[in-house]
C-alpha cells in the first residue's frame, strides 16, 4: 500500500482544512488508518484513527474539532480540521495498519499544516 497525504497549507487561527490520504493498491478497507502529526521539537503523536468499521478515536487535544472519515470506494481518509489553533502547526501523516496497537504497517509521506495567529 502507498499512501499521499495531501491538503496541508498556511492558514489563520480558527480557520479550515480538509486532509486527504489517499491511496494505492488493495485491500485498503482491511486497514485501519491513522492521523499522525508532528510538531518541530516535539513527539509524534496519534491525532485520530478509524477503524474498518468506522469507529474512531481522537486525541484530547483535537476532540470536538477535528473529524476522521474514510472511503473505502475511493481508498481515501480524509482529516477535516476545524477552529484550527497555531499549536495545530505540524506535519501530519497518514498511516494504515492490520492492528494499530502494535504498529502501523504503511505510512505515507507527511503533508505540512501551519496555523498562524
Known amino acids: 500500500v502507498q499512501l499521499q497525504a495531501s491538503g496541508g497549507g498556511l492558514v489563520q487561527a480558527g480557520g479550515s482544512l480538509r486532509l486527504t490520504c489517499a491511496a494505492s493498491g488493495s485491500a485498503f478497507a482491511i486497514y485501519a488508518i491513522g492521523w499522525y502529526r508532528q510538531a518541530p521539537g516535539k513527539q509524534h503523536e496519534l491525532v485520530a484513527i478509524?477503524?474498518?468499521?468506522?469507529?474512531?478515536n481522537y486525541a484530547d487535544s483535537v476532540k470536538g474539532r477535528f473529524t476522521i472519515s474514510r472511503d473505502n470506494a475511493k481508498n481515501t481518509a480524509y482529516l477535516q480540521m476545524n477552529s484550527l489553533k497555531p499549536e495545530d502547526t505540524a506535519v501530519y501523516y497518514c498511516?494504515?495498519?492490520?492492528?494499530?496497537?502494535?504498529?502501523?504497517?504503511?505510512w505515507g509521506k507527511g503533508t505540512q499544516v501551519t496555523v498562524s495567529s
Open positions: 498511516a494504515v495498519g492490520l492492528v494499530p496497537s502494535a504498529g502501523m504497517d504503511y
Open positions: 478509524i477503524s474498518t468499521g468506522g469507529s474512531t
